[in-house]
């Protein structure tokens, strides 16, 4: 059964930044990328990024490639999440979702973490 | 980037019942829409790619339909687990864009 693990809740102070993660089990890891997904309160869904934990290789939306950085670690099918310089509009819910491609090179989520709460405050 | 209008916002319906929610994109994206369900409590599901692609397991009364700039989902027959919040997002193109929900609740 593929499951996506995702760690607690975080608090961060503002200007500081904060890592998250998400442990993949129940598939092979390196065979898909693995993306992160941004629900800010009582908001929709803004995809982050990508990454590719067989060769590292990542992509970006424009909005968030200051903000965030995506890494994983194949040794540990875990994939993180760190957001820098911490202000109030990165008070949100962020998802991993595993990706796949069907038809074009744009992704599908297939399978979900949990959520981690992230809130900036002083 | 494609913007995604997810109509209406709010949807109250009855068990049994059927419902459609719409998803227009701000420019075609072929067929390449998918459609996600929210519960809480749950992780996000993925109910239909490609506009009307079912993902394994996802039950004969949902449908999605649609190409271009337009699509439905359409759920017939509304059993009391699917009382929850739908979103499209369109994987034709980078960025990824989602719409902005629509949330089906017990009338």
């Known amino acids: 059964e593929v499951q996506l693990q995702q760690s607690g809740p975080e608090v961060g102070r503002p200007g500081s930044s904060v890592k998250i993660s998400c442990k993949a089990s129940?598939?092979?890891?390196?065979?898909?990328?693995m993306n992160w997904v941004k629900q800010s309160p009582g908001q929709g869904l803004e995809w982050i990024g990508w990454?590719?934990?067989?060769?590292?290789?990542?992509d970006y939306a424009e909005k968030f490639k200051k903000k965030a950085t995506l890494t994983a670690d194949t040794s540990s099918s875990t994939a993180y999440i760190q957001l820098s310089s911490l202000t109030s509009e990165d008070t949100a819910t962020y998802f991993c979702a595993r990706g796949t491609t069907v038809a074009t090179e744009a992704l599908i989520f297939d399978y979900w973490g949990q959520g981690v709460m992230v809130t900036v405050s002083s | 980037d494609v913007q995604m209008t997810q109509s209406p916002s709010y949807l109250a319906a009855s068990p049994g019942e059927s419902v459609s929610i719409s998803c227009k994109a701000s420019?075609?994206?072929?067929?390449?829409l998918a459609w996600y369900q929210e519960k809480p409590g749950k992780t996000n599901k993925l109910l239909i790619y490609?506009?009307?692609t079912l993902q394994s397991g996802t039950p004969s009364r949902f449908s999605g339909s649609g190409s271009g700039t337009d699509f439905t989902l359409t759920i017939r027959s509304l059993e009391p687990e699917d009382f929850a919040v739908y979103y499209c997002q369109q994987h034709n193109e980078y960025p990824l864009t989602f719409g902005s929900g629509t949330k089906l609740e017990i009338k």
């Open positions: 420019k075609s994206i072929n067929t390449y």
């Open positions: 490609s506009g009307s």
């Open positions: 129940g598939y092979t890891f390196t065979d898909y990328v």
């Open positions: 990454i590719d934990p067989e060769y590292g290789s990542t």
